[in-house]
Every structure is written in structure tokens, then in C-alpha cells.
């Protein structure tokens, strides 16, 4: 663990804002801006590499993954590096993809693993917010988020 560990109060959702990706891939984009590697706490990916010579010949068994990334604990996170002034405070979460265009697969990772987090560490759903919610300079996730919450709810 490279930084300190914080007790979550929410979850940020993001996108890569790419075709395709793994956790590799996306941590050599952050490392490039500076940061100590991989910045988010989860990485659910769709399966498309973006090798365009393989574009024909998706993973299927890699949709919908969900990666680890950051540290998440029994209690506590690690600090991430997603999402400026909620670093300490919300685990980040990256759906790879863009332009809202996700995988069922995906999404119904993502639906997954709010929940769990959400009765893990008792985390209210107006505390699931988008990218966008805390930046107006971003569209990420491309989601409507007030219909991901209801889904939760």
C-alpha cells in the first residue's frame, strides 16, 4: 500500500474513457500524469483489448470483471487518486468505456458491487456519485446517475 488508509463515506464512479483496458493499461495512463500508479480502488472491465488487430475477437470471459486495484479492507481504503478532495473519503470505481457505452455484463458488475460495499461499510446511496457530480469539467462516467441510485435503492 502506498498511501494512508481512510474509512470510506462513499463511492465515485468513473470511466476510463477508452474502448478497452485492463488494470495495467489504465495505471500506465496514470503514472504518465503523475501519479504512484493505478488510481482507482476497482476496475470492471469489457473485455476489449485495444489491440485493433484482436477488435474482432472480444474476451468475453473478461466482461465484467471486477479488478482490484487501491486497497479496500475490512474497515478501511487506502487512499486513492481519482477524484480531487474525495480521495480519503470515497472508494473509486472505473467502468471501462466511453461515451456511456457500457456492457449488461458491466453494468450489473458495477450494480454488484456498490451493493456490497454500499452494507460493507454502511454506506448511504446518495453517496454513490458520479464523476461528474464533483467536477463540472468532466462528463464521467456517462451515466445518468440519479437512475443508477434509484437502482440501488
Known sequence: MAGSLYRPRGIVIHCSDSRGGDVGI???W???RGFSGFG???LITNGRSLDSS???????HEDGRINAGRYVGD???EEGAHARGYNT???GICLVGQDGVFTERQLG????LCKK???HFGLKVSGVIGHYEVNSNKTCPDLDMDEFRRELS
Open 30 to 32: 496514470h503514472r504518465k
Open 89 to 91: 473519503t470515497h472508494i
Open 117 to 119: 460495499l454500499m452494507s
Open 75 to 77: 474497515s478501511v481504503m
Open 26 to 28: 489504465v495505471g500506465n
Open 54 to 60: 484482436l477488435s474482432f475477437l472480444p474476451e468475453l
Open 109 to 112: 458488475s458495477l450494480r454488484f
Open 40 to 42: 482507482y480502488h476497482f
